[in-house]
Nanobody, 113 residues
Framework: VQLVESGGGLVQPGGSLNLSCVAS????????MIWARQAPGKGLEWLCG???????YYRDSVKGRFTASRDNAKNTIYLQMNSLKPDDTAVYYC????????RGQGTQVTVSS
């Protein structure tokens, strides 16, 4: 399993970012995936998941602001993040559902004015 996250950066409060995660080494099209994050000094926090058919589920803190999607033809999942807050500052990871140990190297998101 290999997962490569990208798309992070510095954004002002209220701004948006779209993260990507390219997968390889397993049958992506039939595998549920998740997004998670780790803020400075805190543990890993699950954010949302996406099933193989594109169905999604979210934790309450990001519901309505974050949207997960996937393109099975490109072995890629996405996380569109809107209305970003300073508390969203973290390293963001994708992983196989239920297997956080498969996460990639992550992509840094910093929300600051």
């Amino acid at each position: 399993v290999q997962l490569v996250e990208s798309g992070g950066g510095l954004v002002q409060p209220g701004g948006s970012l779209n993260l990507s995660c390219v997968a390889s080494g397993f049958t992506f099209s039939t595998t549920p995936m998740i997004w998670a994050r780790q803020a400075p000094g805190k543990g890993l926090e699950w954010l949302c998941g996406i099933y193989s058919d594109g169905g999604t589920y979210y934790r309450d803190s990001v519901k309505g602001r974050f949207t997960a999607s996937r393109d099975n033809a490109k072995n890629t999942i996405y996380l569109q993040m809107n209305s970003l807050k300073p508390d969203d500052t973290a390293v963001y990871y994708c992983a196989l559902e239920g297997r956080l140990s498969t996460r990639g190297q992550g992509t840094q998101v910093t929300v600051s004015s």
